[in-house]
């Protein structure tokens, strides 16, 4: 289906200045008077048009073009570009808050001739939930942003017929992200390798003046060199000391904060960070290790400054995809509990008592052995929680990873079959991925397994970017599981539990390993049994 305009077109624009906003239209990144006199000259701007409103569970369209006037319902005006003769490629690029999903491809190219309009490009879109959804549509040239188109779109409770794919949505009513908190966007250009990163939070937005670009394959060669230095932390039967190995850690952190993270939002982010005490990363493609990042102000001629600390330490990070929309509120009654039957003894002590804390607190848990009964069990659709403790982790050149359950690989796409089956279920995915010997700490890519497990229908994962310390994985699972089955748990406070108890092992950087997929604050519930009456 599809809508093109007309009567009963509707946009609002979020965030327009002066004159502009009077006919929907605001200046793009800068926004400056030479900007504006480019305009008048042949400028071009980016605009949109979509259904007035959007109707919850039924697809609609919103449709771009780029055009020398400004039109639609709403329009920003673009950085200049030169246009050749025989025209030049823009890439649209769509992302759109938690609530809104993308229903086919978030990208696509138009050709800008020199003059007139490229043809409206149609995306198709579902409201997941009533209230206003933000789209940001982001033009790009040559691989640098020039400019984004910021919306607000308005839904409405949809048709008795499209009731049905709102079910899992109306788990919880309450919003996927904190007034109190940032949100990190990232945008990934998969035709030209590069990243964009955008700031959302209270304090101001910077969709615009953080539009640096960086190259993904500089990206991937950092990270994995972060990674690979990890091994030189955990070699020789831990032999560097606990403060040199925290040291060297922090020294990474800083180095890789100063590399990945564009500038405006560093400056940004370390003038205002007590205000963002939890952090929502979006991203559709995003191999970073946030968690590892240490902010710290080395700006030249900046007064000497303290390190912050590790992200994932201080903040309350959080993953998740643009599109859909993570339940807040997650009941558990029923548990399954994987582990090989190869599995090293230390992996079996965790699976054990997981199992038991589970089972005293009310849960239904059942043991299985073998990848093919996990599969039974995805394919079934109907437990809430999943925990595999495996050992074995593998990377090959592509960058894609495997695991071994009974020396069986185990990959991301083996989940594919299974996709929906847990559309009505909530369910929470722990996936404890140990080493049994100091070997190479592979990095799992571990946007590929969440992303796996989310088409699957989980709603939280939690998993390692590479193969922790199988004490350190024993200890931060048993810890974690300890904290979320008391009465007044929950996923925050389990998580710091098992991140405290895995750091106390001592020279082993595993606390950093652990990477959750969620909303802002999901509540993760367990029965707990109430005391049964003394038999007279």
């Not at 709403?74 to 999903?101: I, R, Y």
């Not at 088409?455 to 300890?482: M, N, P, Q, S």
Request: glycine share 10%.
């Amino acid at each position: 289906m599809g809508y093109v305009g007309g009567a009963g077109a509707y946009a609002k624009y979020v965030g327009g200045k002066g004159a502009y906003a009077k006919r929907g239209v605001t200046p793009g990144a800068g926004g400056s008077r030479a900007e504006e006199a480019d305009a008048a000259e042949g400028g071009r701007y980016l605009m949109a048009k979509y259904p007035r409103p959007l109707a919850c569970g039924k697809e609609e369209t919103v449709n771009v073009r780029i055009g020398m006037e400004p039109g639609g319902d709403a329009a920003t005006l673009l950085k200049h570009f030169e246009v050749p003769a025989e025209g030049a490629e823009v890439a649209l690029q769509l992302l759109a808050e938690p609530g809104l999903e993308l229903c086919g491809p978030i990208s696509t190219q138009v050709l800008v001739t020199r003059k007139g309009n490229t043809p409206w490009m149609g995306f198709d879109v579902i409201a997941r939930s009533e209230g206003t959804h933000r789209l940001w549509v982001t033009a790009i040239f040559k691989a640098e942003k020039i400019g984004t188109l910021q919306l607000a779109l308005e839904a409405v409770a949809g048709d008795e017929q499209h009731s049905e794919k709102l079910e899992k949505a109306a788990i919880s009513t309450d919003r996927a992200f904190d007034a109190h908190g940032g949100m990190l966007c990232v945008h990934y250009d998969r035709n030209h390798k590069r990243y964009s990163l955008s700031w959302y939070g209270p304090k101001v937005n910077l969709p615009d003046d953080s539009c640096e670009t960086l190259d993904a394959d500089s990206i991937f060669e950092t990270i994995e060199r972060s990674i690979a230095e990890i091994e030189g932390l955990v070699r020789d039967s831990y032999s560097v000391a606990t403060p040199l190995m925290n040291r060297q850690m922090t020294g990474k952190g800083i180095a890789l904060w100063n590399e990945i993270v564009p500038r405006e939002i560093r400056a940004h982010y370390l003038a205002h960070h007590a205000a963002y005490q939890r952090i929502q990363i979006i991203s559709s493609g995003d191999p970073v290790p946030w968690e590892l990042l240490v902010p710290q102000d080395t700006a030249p001629g900046s007064a000497q400054s303290e390190p912050l600390g590790f992200w994932g330490d201080i903040a309350e990070l959080r993953h998740w995809f643009p599109g859909t929309l993570p339940a807040s509120r997650l009941d558990v009654r029923r548990a399954v509990v994987l582990t090989a039957r190869d599995a090293p003894p230390l992996a079996e002590a965790e699976a054990k008592g997981v199992a038991d804390l589970l089972g005293r607190a009310g849960v239904q848990v059942e043991r299985v052995d073998d990848i093919s009964a996990l599969f039974e069990v995805l394919d079934a659709g109907e437990t809430n929680l999943l925990h595999i403790a495996c050992h074995g982790a593998h990377t090959v050149d592509s960058g894609d990873s495997f695991l071994k359950i009974n020396n069986v690989p185990f990959r991301p796409n083996d989940l594919l079959p299974s996709r929906g089956r847990f559309s009505r279920t909530p369910l929470t995915v722990f996936l404890n991925a140990c080493r049994t010997e100091v070997v190479r700490p592979s990095y799992l890519r571990l946007d590929g397994w969440a992303a796996r497990f989310r088409d699957v229908g989980a709603d939280v994962f939690i998993g390692t970017l590479w193969e922790v310390g199988d004490h350190a994985a024993k200890d931060f699972a048993l810890a974690f599981y300890r904290e979320l089955v008391r009465e007044t748990g929950g996923l925050d406070s389990a998580l710091k539990a098992g991140r405290h108890a895995a750091r106390a092992v001592g020279n082993d950087p595993t606390w950093l390993a652990y990477s959750v997929y969620a909303g802002a604050y999901p509540k993760i519930r367990v029965p707990i049994p109430q005391p049964t009456e003394p038999t007279p």
